[in-house]
């Protein structure tokens, strides 16, 4: 068996997965832990540390060339977890650090949306794109830029939140302090709170009256619509019209080939692609019609995610020639 793999780590608002990555980029292993049950980052390193253990005395004679992160707010070039408003660490947690010294193996990490566009350009649909986008919609809005084949870091390494880009002056609050950011309105908390304020006004009849805002889910809104619920049906077209306008700037700027779309909420398909495409469509300038194709990557992002982090420490380490031959 090959000695070239990767632990990779992909920590989420709700979930973190992790699992082992080889050259090739298969998944020898796939986990997952609540994210919201580790109050403090160390308490996660510990348990990521004791379950990879654990794995890999299954796995005879694997071995790690080290770890590739991807999180809310992960500063690629200090390591450092930058208050990430999805998660319960505030401040600056010294991520990086903190699993080096676990696992005493190189780490790399960035953006979570970032692994995932390297998972897509090593291993999945963007192999022979060099301009695109990954956007994903999970607990928060991330985004991942990729033009000219390199991922856009920017000077801080923080370029490309798209999901903190303001779509409503005095909006939502959001989790990072702001009021009216992306991802209040397109995520599926967004989708939450966009059902709960049209119940609040609606006198129609609906399958999701019974609903309150801590009971509700994305999938719940998702059965809703696809049996034809009137007001689920409005929330998606309401999120998929803001996302829709959101993506058609987006072109203004970076002129990508496709935009990927991942995450929980992508999982609900033409519920949120169809007013998606069709805003998109109608707000892009007439020099960019045509040119960027939106493909729903859904839940099998993921997988790529978790390959991106492989990408990214090999990237790190300059052994990335090991990914793509």
Known sequence: MSKSHALSIDIGGTHCKFGIISQSGEVLSNEKLDTRDFPEAYLLVKTLYEKTQQTLSKMGDVVLDGVGVGAP????????????????????????????????LPVAITNDANIAALGEMYFGKAKDIKDFAVITLGTGLGSGF?????????HDSFAGEMGHINVVPDGRICNCGKRGCLETYVSVTGLKRTAMELMAKYSGKTSLSGYSYETIGGIAISEAARSNDPLAIEAFNFTGKILG???????????PKVIFITGGLAKSGDLIMKPTQKY????LLNIYKGKTELINIGLSGQESTLKGGAALLWEYIGNIKLVTG
């Open 73 to 104: 707010n992960a500063n690629y070039y200090s390591g450092q977890l930058e208050s990430p408003p999805n998660l319960p660490w505030k401040g600056s947690t010294p991520l990086k650090k903190m699993l080096h010294e676990a696992f005493n």
């Open 280 to 283: 998109f469509e109608e707000n």
């Open 146 to 154: 990729v033009t000219n084949g390199k991922l856009i870091y920017g």
């Open 245 to 255: 306008y959101k993506l058609a700037d987006l072109v203004a700027l970076l002129s």
